[in-house]
């Protein structure tokens, strides 16, 4: 990645409660440190985002019921919409990705993936495919239907990976490059209950973690990219004993060597560290720490993988840790307010 790419960043954030939308920072590459430049209200809810590989447009979703993805040119020091956004046929989409010449949404509330295809100039076209999920879970409250949280192209490229939290369980995905249809190849079963939210794929290719919302716990998965299955082998606690209270966990990162998973933890306000084992099979954890605010919604590393940065919702900032390379444990050097904040990028 070059020095351009690492010098800024880009903070999501909820308009509705606040937020100022799509927010670009400056990046100090020596401490970490965020200096807001400006914002773009242009989509509603902007509550993810995804750069192109390139660095030169910006994904983001639009969380709200009607449901909405756009592009922005980020060329200058400020985003600019490509256009208006344009309808992803679901509602409440949560996240997005690129894969196979396309931007796929998680639809949460209607339990659906969308792809759109990306033309050339970066814009998006009208949606392709709207692949329905189905399937419920024990939670009468929370998985009365599919939710469809999360979508991300796995290390190889040849598959789409949605993980559904109504549902308690990971669908993989063929996407055709020329049509954006979307195929169902398989859908791995999940602990009853345990909501799993979001997933990250272990940088040797062969493991994934998948990070439980309901149950405070993360199950590893063996990954066999050949045949598109996932294989889960266990589940790893992300608080320790006797915690009481609310504890529900959202993002989850793999460190570049493999050798340290974090996850975060809302409610708990905190950000747990647990260490892999050399072929990263074994998740154990270590402790956690304090995120530095309330109700930390995502966790992202720098391009450097030597800094943590974790989305604080309720409290309206993003706050910084340095990573000790030895234990993996995050220590806090700095925050920026950041109201209503969802997910930070690097581009």
């Known amino acids: 990645m070059g020095s351009n790419r690492a010098a800024r960043?880009?903070?999501?954030?909820?308009?509705?409660?606040?937020?100022?939308?799509?927010?670009?920072?400056?990046?100090?590459?020596?401490?970490?440190?965020?200096?807001?430049?400006?914002?773009?209200?242009?989509?509603?809810?902007?509550?993810?985002?995804?750069?192109?590989?390139d660095g030169t447009v910006l994904y983001a979703v639009g969380e709200t019921a009607e449901g909405t993805a756009a592009a922005f040119d980020i060329g200058e020091a400020l985003p600019r919409p490509f256009?208006?956004?344009?309808?992803?046929?679901?509602?409440?989409?949560?996240?997005?990705?690129?894969?196979?010449?396309?931007?796929?949404?998680?639809?949460?509330?209607?339990?659906?993936?969308?792809?759109?295809?990306?033309?050339?100039?970066?814009?998006?076209g009208p949606a392709a495919c709207v692949l329905e999920h189905r399937g419920s879970g024990p939670n009468?409250?929370?998985?009365?239907?599919?939710?469809?949280?999360?979508?991300?192209?796995?290390?190889?490229?040849r598959w789409t990976v949605s993980v559904d939290l109504g549902t308690d369980s990971v669908r993989v995905c063929e996407l055709a490059p020329d049509t954006g249809v979307l195929r169902l190849h398989s859908e791995t079963p999940l602990r009853p209950g345990s909501g799993p939210r979001h997933l990250a794929f272990?940088?040797?290719?062969?493991?994934?973690?998948?990070?439980?919302?309901?149950?405070?716990?993360?199950?590893v998965c063996r990954w066999d990219a050949g045949t598109g299955t996932l294989e889960p082998l266990g589940e790893t606690p992300v608080v320790e004993d006797g915690v009481r209270g609310e504890v529900y966990p959202s993002g989850v990162v793999v460190a570049r060597d493999g050798r340290f998973l974090w996850a975060a933890n809302r409610g708990h306000d905190s950000i747990a560290v647990l260490a892999l084992d050399p072929t990263g099979e074994k998740a154990a954890l270590v402790t956690t720490v304090d995120c530095g605010g309330h109700w930390p919604r995502d966790l992202t590393l720098d391009p450097s993988g030597r800094r943590l940065y974790a989305?604080?919702?309720?409290?309206?900032?993003?706050?910084?840790?340095?990573?000790?390379?030895?234990?993996?444990?995050?220590?806090?050097?700095g925050s920026i307010e950041a109201p209503a904040a969802s997910c930070v990028v690097f581009c």
Do not use: C, K, M
């Open 311 to 333: 989305s604080n919702e309720r409290s309206g900032d993003v706050t910084w840790f340095d990573i000790d390379a030895a234990t993996g444990i995050p220590s806090r050097t």
């Open 202 to 219: 272990h940088p040797g290719g062969r493991y994934a973690y998948v990070l439980n919302e309901l149950a405070p716990t993360l199950t």
């Open 140 to 157: 009468a409250e929370r998985q009365q239907g599919p939710h469809a949280h999360q979508v991300l192209a796995d290390p190889s490229g």
């Open 9 to 53: 960043a880009f903070i999501g954030s909820f308009t509705t409660a606040g937020g100022h939308g799509v927010t670009a920072a400056a990046v100090d590459e020596e401490t970490g440190a965020l200096t807001p430049l400006g914002s773009s209200a242009a989509v509603i809810n902007p509550s993810f985002l995804a750069p192109s590989p």
């Open 83 to 124: 256009g208006a956004p344009v309808p992803v046929g679901g509602a409440g989409p949560t996240h997005l990705a690129l894969a196979a010449g396309h931007l796929v949404t998680a639809n949460y509330d209607s339990g659906s993936v969308t792809a759109l295809p990306v033309h050339p100039d970066g814009s998006l």
